[in-house]
T-cell receptor
Framework: DSGVTQTPKHLITATGQRVTLRCSPR?????VYWYQQSLDQGLQFLIQ???????AKGNILERFSAQQFPDLHSELNLSSLELGDSALYFC??????????????FGPGTRLTVL | AQSVTQLGSHVSVSEGALVLLRCNYS??????LFWYVQYPNQGLQLLLK??????LVKGINGFEAEFKKSETSFHLTKPSAHMSDAAEYFC????????????FGAGTRLFVKA
């Protein structure tokens, strides 16, 4: 158990819909990362937050957005869903965003299926 | 900018044989290097990390990796494979020039034959 929790575990929805994925980082971790993992694209970094502020952006679509709240939990919002958005979405957290302290602890993931 | 290349998307070994998973990195400044493992239907888990303290790094489950600056490599090894080692392995790099953004490799799936 990494200490990172993600809800829900599974999500099935239809094209065009909007969903919210939730992540609670390990106690004491200030950085939260979101990743998308699919068979064809592999592990793709989406976005990182550090202590409530956006710190780094990866291959995140404009239809996707995220935020980190004062209690440090984070939410990833996916809208206008397409079939290709079906994937595993991982959240990870780290103590810091710098140096060796950014080893990341991953949650169990949310499996999103868009029908 | 940093990058990491994992050679071989699939590696198959027999139980008890040496495991060697290859990773080469690119970085203009001293990097931090990581190996993560992902078991089926689970998130990634840190196996080991290099932070410039020692070039030979020992991790969990009997794995180790050696940082070789001259070869820009950080290969992962285990002397004797076990069936439970079957998983996907990711090499990752992080450095100051990239704002310490962690770049993951494409992953290598390890198969262990009985």
């Amino acid at each position: 158990d990494s200490g990172v929790t993600q809800t829900p575990k599974h999500l099935i929805t239809a094209t065009g819909q909007r969903v919210t994925l939730r992540c609670s980082p390990r106690s004491g971790d200030l950085s939260v990362y979101w990743y998308q993992q699919s068979l064809d694209q592999g592990l793709q970094f989406l976005i990182q937050y550090y202590n409530g502020e956006e710190r780094a952006k990866g291959n995140i679509l404009e239809r996707f957005s995220a935020q980190q709240f004062p209690d440090l939990h984070s939410e990833l919002n996916l809208s206008s869903l397409e079939l290709g958005d079906s994937a595993l979405y991982f959240c990870a957290s780290s103590v810091s965003a710098l140096g060796s302290y950014n080893e990341q602890f991953f949650g169990p993931g949310t499996r999103l299926t868009v029908l | 900018a940093q990058s990491v290349t994992q050679l071989g998307s699939h590696v198959s070994v027999s139980e008890g044989a040496l495991v060697l998973l290859r990773c080469n990195y690119s970085s203009s400044v001293p990097p931090y290097l990581f190996w993560y493992v992902q078991y089926p239907n689970q998130g990634l888990q840190l196996l080991l990390k290099y932070t410039s303290a020692a070039t030979l790094v020992k991790g969990i489950n009997g794995f180790e990796a050696e940082f070789k600056k001259s070869e820009t490599s950080f290969h992962l090894t285990k002397p004797s494979a076990h069936m439970s080692d079957a998983a996907e392995y990711f090499c990752a790099v992080s450095a100051s020039t990239g704002g310490f953004k962690t770049i993951f490799g494409a992953g290598t799936r390890l198969f262990v034959k009985a």
